[in-house]
């Protein structure tokens, strides 16, 4: 007896501790407690009821249900659920309740058909460098849209695509399979495969030129194909063209005079391997200041395949300089469809960033770049191309040498003759960028109010001479006019202008000697607004 009575004694602090342990774990998380864990969350999804009617009214509708869970079976509260549907309307989401359930209406849009209801999550957690990432989790399931009145039960009530998710070709002639047997299921209200054969119509929604349907209806032509199904199953083949892009795909069939419908969307005809690049860098003036005379400017490579499609988001390219370039730097990796400084994302675009020396702007580089092809026993993509490193943020000085030209009785040569320092001042320009280095090869264009500018040889032509050509146009550094004022940095960033003057010009000296006029003379840094101006004094002291 005293046996029996220790063994129930037993029991029952087992069962005591069960009810302990169970009322402890609740198995309930808030995803705000989530940290440092990688967990994916588990979607469960189910449908009240499964089935409606098409009609269009709101009249019956089912209530989609989502439970979320963790991998250890704790549901999640207070997460968002976000919901779409190919087809109908459905609430775009709603938030878990303390038992982990997220819920929301669907209802048709008058259509019958197979609806792919989807719902997805996402949530953020710590991992293991520290930073913050997100997992995001989703399913998938279909609610029957039956025709509202009319009809024969036993014939089509609803028309699905067998396959699930995103279906990939690639453009024709490019490698990779080229077409994708499309299959359709057709079910009776009951959900039961039909048998008796039926005619089955496939058409394009929307696809990228030249992609057929059996290589007979080909985008843009909205024309249908049908087929006749067999054993409830219809199929048709689509194949892609010479363009790359998204494909939907609609099949319907009819119960007696009732359409019955459904649309394929996740369809895509990826582009070829590159076959050709054009390389870009950021313009005038949008450079980031690095410091020691150091520019940054964006780099970018637009690749497409022989058709000229945008090759595929995530493509690798590698980008480099020829070696014996010691003035410029450029960041090597990079792929298709990243982003640049300033958030931008473009198809068929790799973006990076090149430094260069301000010293170097005007000067070329060869950029170069390189991408695996995915074929086998196919060469790596390569290409480069010359770009010209542009200017930035820049500034000008100019002076005048003497600032004064004087006609008097003492030198009194013809109108147009002037020797080259007294009636023929020298302007001296300095070109800069917005870190102060002097920059060569800058063309700069003159203007002035008074007199011409010309060539050191032509400084004593007659000005009606035929081969008398005035000098508006020059560029710093080796080959500017007129013997350099310094020895430093003779040719870098300097340009030494010489002007003639005219004694028409300037008024007579009367009343009294001298008769003067102020010339304005301008200098302006070519594609840009970026000028500067000096002042001659024109004297005449006899007529």
């Known amino acids: 007896m005293k046996f029996n009575k220790f063994l129930l004694l037993i029991v029952v602090l087992l069962v005591f501790a069960g009810i302990f342990v169970t009322a402890c774990d609740n198995r309930i998380l808030d995803p705000e407690d989530v940290e440092g864990g990688t967990e994916n969350y588990i979607l469960t999804m189910w449908a009240e009821p499964d089935t409606i009617y098409a009609d269009d009214e709101n009249g019956t509708y089912a209530t989609i249900y989502v439970l979320v869970k963790d991998q250890n079976d704790f549901v999640i509260f207070d997460q968002r659920v976000n919901f779409g549907a190919n087809m109908g309307n459905i609430i775009a989401y709603d938030i878990t309740d303390s038992t982990g359930v997220a819920s929301v ?3 048709d849009d008058g259509i019958p058909g197979v609806a792919t209801i989807s719902a997805y999550t996402e949530h953020i957690y710590i991992d293991a460098d520290g930073e ?12 029957h849209i039956v025709p ?3 009809g024969n039960p036993t014939d089509v009530n609803s028309i699905g695509f067998d396959s699930q998710g995103q279906v990939d070709i ?3 002639g490019t490698g990779g399979n080229e077409s994708y047997n499309f299959i359709v299921s057709l079910y009776d209200v009951n959900g039961n495969l039909v048998q008796e054969p039926k005619d089955v119509y496939f058409q394009f929604v929307n696809a990228p030129i030249g992609t057929s349907i059996n290589n007979t209806i080909f985008w843009p032509s909205t024309d249908s194909l049908s087929v006749v199904s067999s054993g409830g199953k219809a199929s048709i083949p689509i194949s892609s063209g010479d363009n790359s892009g998204t494909v939907s795909l609609r099949a319907f069939t009819y119960n007696d005079t009732i359409l019955i419908s459904t649309v394929k969307s996740e369809i895509v ?5 590159p076959n050709s690049v054009a390389i870009s860098i950021g313009g005038q003036d949008t450079g980031e200041e690095m410091g020691s005379g150091i520019w940054n400017i964006e780099c970018a490579a637009f690749l497409t395949d022989q058709y000229n499609n945008p090759v595929d988001y995530g493509t690798a390219v590698y980008f480099s300089l020829s070696d014996t370039v010691s003035f410029a730097s450029i960041y090597a990796p990079g792929y298709v469809g ?8 473009t198809s068929g675009v790799a973006y990076t960033y090149l430094n260069y020396d301000g010293a170097h702007i005007n000067d070329s580089i060869i950029v170069n770049v390189e991408v695996s092809n995915s074929i086998p026993g196919q060469q790596n993509f390569t290409d480069s191309q010359i770009v010209i490193l542009p200017m930035q943020f820049a500034n000008i000085e100019m002076i005048a040498i003497p600032q004064h030209v004087d006609w008097d009785i003492y030198d009194n040569p013809p109108d147009w003759k002037s020797d080259e320092f007294n009636l023929s001042p020298k302007f001296r320009v300095i070109v800069r960028d917005g870190q102060q280095n002097l920059i060569k090869n800058q063309e700069v264009t003159f203007t002035s109010t008074l007199g011409v500018p010309v060539h050191e040889d032509q400084l004593n032509m007659n000005p009606t001479n035929s ?3 005035p000098d508006f146009t020059d560029f710093t550094g080796p080959g500017n006019d007129g013997e350099p004022l310094s020895e430093e940095n003779v040719n870098n960033g300097e340009i030494i202008q010489l002007f003639r003057f005219y004694k028409y010009e300037c008024p007579p000296p009367i009343p009294s000697p001298p008769g003067s006029i102020q010339a304005q003379i301008t200098a ?3 594609g840009t607004q970026t000028s500067a101006t000096a002042q001659v004094v024109l004297n005449r002291y006899v007529d």
């Open 148 to 150: 509202q009145g009319g």
């Open 269 to 273: 005809v990826h582009s070829g391997p």
């Open 524 to 526: 302006t840094i070519v």
């Open 105 to 107: 209406e669907f209802w």
């Open 338 to 345: 990243n982003e640049n400084a300033d958030g931008d994302s």
């Open 132 to 143: 913050e990432a997100t997992i995001t989790a989703s399913e998938q399931m279909s609610v």
């Open 467 to 469: 081969n008398f050509e």
């Open 170 to 172: 690639q453009v024709a």
